[in-house]
């Protein structure tokens, strides 16, 4: 090779190599400047998160110790503090058809596990634990797991058988007011009762430290229910319901409605238990607002004579016949018609007083409107709606038929009748001394005063008398109304509402007693009878001794209201 073409392969190799380098230079030139403009744009990003923080959203919040140990939901409590649902971390049953990968999810086949679940559970269904198990889909299979049941499933050695931590709700007397509690779902929101009305207070970081009070006392409330079910099972009644209330505030110490359910199962919580009978379902409540019309003619001045006779012969009215269970004499005066429960005379009274006037009572009772009451389940009335009552309309309301209300109506209308003539709302929130809302004026005092000598004559010589406490002042009224059939039609004979409407002690109301059973039957236990005297009296009778003492209500045989000017008005007792 001569020294030319030396030379020029020489610089052939050196334009070559400085090919390579100038192309090696501009990748890394491009791929830093790739790299800087994503260090770019993450900075960027960060930059515009730092002022979405500061302006957009607000800024992360503190969390103390005392926070992180609040309850998931706040408690809810009795009068006294006794904790009637609280929030608590708990274990459930969930199925994991994942847990080994592809493949059979279970060891063992899905017919012996679910019966060595249905060992766990006893009121586990086998079937549908067998068919959930079978369908290979992922879901709880139970809520609610104890440890010691979590204990004997691992033990089982399923991997697919898991058991999620999560936040439950636990109700410490089980079903004991229930329909006043109600229950939290699986969505984590309270549902028909407290619960419900509550729901945002429970769940609120700020407010759920503090428990939320109810006027229940669950002393009263055990007690009430234990009566009525007792009462419900001697006559093999369908249902029971019942309210315990304060006649000067208002305040509801016991609200019972039976058949219950237990609010841990809401699951098991089917419509037919969960409807309260208390606040919900409407009633003719018969011969209960008898005492009402006497109480308003008393009061407009249409009675202002005791001792007046009323014929008691049937009455006769647009083809429709007004009688009484029984021949109770010739002529009755308004105390005896009272003792005696007469439909006739109080249709007379009735008559005389006027139907505006006891149109105006029943409204000033709050008869045409749902209840006042916290709930949200509250049944409304069916009031005669005419503009101006027919005289028929007035005589039957009289005495109980042609309008419905719940018995909470009829505990606060009686609540009205012997605490001085003042209606108020009733209420499930405790209130403190001095904040009882003022109500309304229904009846004057002096009224006030007269019904509640004649309520304790009721309980001393009438039909009420197996309500007559020893000791402890009892006055109150029976009512037994035939059931509707269904869609307002003919009257049921062999389907009676037994109510018993109470306060004590008469010579200083402090509670209204409803006590309701619904269609009991002439059991040797009621003596054969239907009607309240023998049935739901005897629940009131039983149920004051046993509250008394714990509301400060002794028993005292040496105290009772005066009946000296009344007495000379009825020179026998009665009786249903």
């Given at each position: 090779m001569n020294a030319l073409t030396y030379s020029t392969a020489l610089a052939s190799g050196r334009v070559q190599l400085a090919n390579v380098r100038q192309r090696s230079l501009l990748v890394a030139q491009v791929r830093l400047l790739v790299v800087l403009l994503l260090f770019a744009l993450a900075a960027v990003a960060c930059v515009m998160r730092i002022v979405m923080l500061g302006v957009v959203e607000p800024a992360p919040r503190s969390s103390s110790l005392y926070e992180a140990l609040l309850p998931s939901r706040g408690e809810i409590v009795d009068r006294n503090g006794v904790a009637l649902a609280r929030a608590f971390p708990a274990y459930a049953l969930w199925y994991n058809p994942q847990a080994l990968g592809s493949g059979t999810p279970l060891v063992k086949s899905p017919g012996e596990v679910a019966?060595?679940?249905?060992?766990?559970?006893?009121?586990?269904?086998?079937?549908?634990?067998?068919?959930?198990?079978?369908?290979?889909?992922?879901?709880?299979?139970?809520?609610?797991?104890?440890?010691?049941?979590?204990?004997?499933?691992?033990?089982?050695?399923?991997?697919?058988?898991?058991?999620?931590?999560?936040?439950?709700?636990?109700?410490?007397?089980?079903?004991?007011?229930?329909?006043?509690?109600?229950?939290?779902?699986?969505?984590?929101?309270?549902?028909?009762?407290?619960?419900?009305?509550?729901?945002?207070?429970?769940?609120?970081?700020?407010?759920?430290?503090?428990?939320?009070?109810l006027s229940l006392d669950m002393r009263v409330q055990g007690a009430l229910e234990d009566e009525l079910s007792r009462g419900m099972l001697e006559t093999d009644a369908i249902g029971a319901a019942g309210v315990v209330l304060d006649v000067d505030s208002g305040e509801i110490l016991a609200l019972a409605s039976l058949p219950s359910f237990n609010p841990n199962r809401p699951d098991q919580a089917v419509n037919r238990l969960v409807f309260n009978k208390v606040?919900?379902?409407?009633?003719?409540?018969?011969?209960?607002?008898?005492?009402?019309?006497?109480?308003?003619?008393?009061?407009?001045?249409?009675?202002?004579?005791?001792?007046?006779?009323?014929?008691?012969?049937?009455?006769q009215i647009d083809g429709f016949t007004i009688k009484d269970s029984h021949n109770m004499g010739a002529s009755l005066n308004a105390p005896e018609a009272l003792i005696h429960s007469s439909n006739i005379v109080t249709a007379h009274i009735a008559d005389e007083l006027g139907a505006d006037r006891l149109k105006a009572t029943m409204i000033a009772l709050g008869m045409n409107e749902r209840p006042y009451l916290e709930l949200p389940g509250r049944g409304f009335p069916l009031f005669p709606r005419d503009p101006k009552w027919a005289r028929i309309t007035n005589m039957t309301v009289s005495y109980g038929h042609g309008i419905a209300v719940t018995p909470l109506h009829l505990a606060s209308a009686y609540a009205a009748l012997v605490n001085g003539g003042i209606w108020r709302p009733a209420t499930l929130q405790m209130l403190e001394p001095g904040q009882a809302p003022r109500g309304r004026r229904v009846f004057?005092?002096?009224?006030?005063?007269?019904?509640?000598?004649?309520?304790?004559?009721?309980?001393?010589?009438?039909?009420?008398?197996?309500?007559?406490?020893?000791?402890?002042?009892?006055?109150?009224?029976?009512?037994?109304?035939?059931?509707?059939?269904?869609?307002?039609?003919?009257?049921?004979?062999?389907?009676?509402?037994?109510?018993?409407?109470?306060?004590?002690?008469?010579?200083?109301?402090?509670?209204?007693?409803?006590?309701?059973?619904?269609?009991?039957?002439?059991?040797?236990?009621?003596?054969?009878?239907?009607?309240?005297?023998?049935?739901?009296?005897?629940?009131?009778?039983?149920?004051?001794?046993?509250?008394?003492?714990?509301?400060?209500?002794?028993?005292?045989?040496?105290r009772d209201i005066d009946l000296t000017d009344l007495a000379p008005l009825i020179p026998h007792g009665g009786g249903e």
């Amino acid at each position: 090779m001569n020294a030319l073409t030396y030379s020029t392969a020489l610089a052939s190799g050196r334009v070559q190599l400085a090919n390579v380098r100038q192309r090696s230079l501009l990748v890394a030139q491009v791929r830093l400047l790739v790299v800087l403009l994503l260090f770019a744009l993450a900075a960027v990003a960060c930059v515009m998160r730092i002022v979405m923080l500061g302006v957009v959203e607000p800024a992360p919040r503190s969390s103390s110790l005392y926070e992180a140990l609040l309850p998931s939901r706040g408690e809810i409590v009795d009068r006294n503090g006794v904790a009637l649902a609280r929030a608590f971390p708990a274990y459930a049953l969930w199925y994991n058809p994942q847990a080994l990968g592809s493949g059979t999810p279970l060891v063992k086949s899905p017919g012996e596990v679910a019966h060595a679940l249905a060992l766990v559970f006893p009121d586990a269904d086998e079937a549908d634990l067998l068919r959930r198990l079978k369908a290979g889909k992922p879901g709880y299979l139970h809520r609610r797991v104890l440890p010691e049941q979590a204990n004997r499933i691992h033990a089982l050695g399923e991997p697919a058988l898991e058991f999620p931590r999560e936040p439950d709700r636990f109700y410490p007397q089980g079903s004991l007011a229930a329909h006043v509690l109600g229950f939290v779902a699986a969505d984590g929101h309270g549902r028909v009762g407290m619960e419900q009305v509550f729901d945002k207070q429970l769940t609120d970081p700020a407010l759920r430290a503090r428990p939320e009070m109810l006027s229940l006392d669950m002393r009263v409330q055990g007690a009430l229910e234990d009566e009525l079910s007792r009462g419900m099972l001697e006559t093999d009644a369908i249902g029971a319901a019942g309210v315990v209330l304060d006649v000067d505030s208002g305040e509801i110490l016991a609200l019972a409605s039976l058949p219950s359910f237990n609010p841990n199962r809401p699951d098991q919580a089917v419509n037919r238990l969960v409807f309260n009978k208390v606040t919900n379902q409407v009633y003719e409540l018969g011969s209960t607002f008898k005492p009402i019309t006497v109480a308003a003619a008393i009061d407009a001045g249409t009675i202002t004579n005791l001792a007046k006779r009323y014929s008691a012969a049937p009455i006769q009215i647009d083809g429709f016949t007004i009688k009484d269970s029984h021949n109770m004499g010739a002529s009755l005066n308004a105390p005896e018609a009272l003792i005696h429960s007469s439909n006739i005379v109080t249709a007379h009274i009735a008559d005389e007083l006027g139907a505006d006037r006891l149109k105006a009572t029943m409204i000033a009772l709050g008869m045409n409107e749902r209840p006042y009451l916290e709930l949200p389940g509250r049944g409304f009335p069916l009031f005669p709606r005419d503009p101006k009552w027919a005289r028929i309309t007035n005589m039957t309301v009289s005495y109980g038929h042609g309008i419905a209300v719940t018995p909470l109506h009829l505990a606060s209308a009686y609540a009205a009748l012997v605490n001085g003539g003042i209606w108020r709302p009733a209420t499930l929130q405790m209130l403190e001394p001095g904040q009882a809302p003022r109500g309304r004026r229904v009846f004057k005092a002096s009224t006030s005063a007269r019904m509640r000598q004649l309520l304790r004559m009721i309980a001393v010589y009438g039909t009420g008398r197996k309500a007559n406490a020893a000791g402890f002042r009892v006055g109150g009224k029976t009512g037994s109304a035939e059931k509707p059939g269904a869609n307002g039609g003919a009257y049921k004979k062999n389907a009676v509402v037994a109510t018993f409407a109470a306060a004590f002690p008469m010579d200083r109301p402090r509670y209204v007693i409803i006590a309701m059973l619904d269609e009991p039957k002439g059991t040797a236990a009621a003596s054969g009878q239907r009607t309240a005297a023998w049935n739901a009296a005897p629940v009131v009778g039983r149920v004051v001794p046993r509250i008394g003492p714990l509301l400060g209500v002794v028993p005292d045989d040496s105290r009772d209201i005066d009946l000296t000017d009344l007495a000379p008005l009825i020179p026998h007792g009665g009786g249903e």
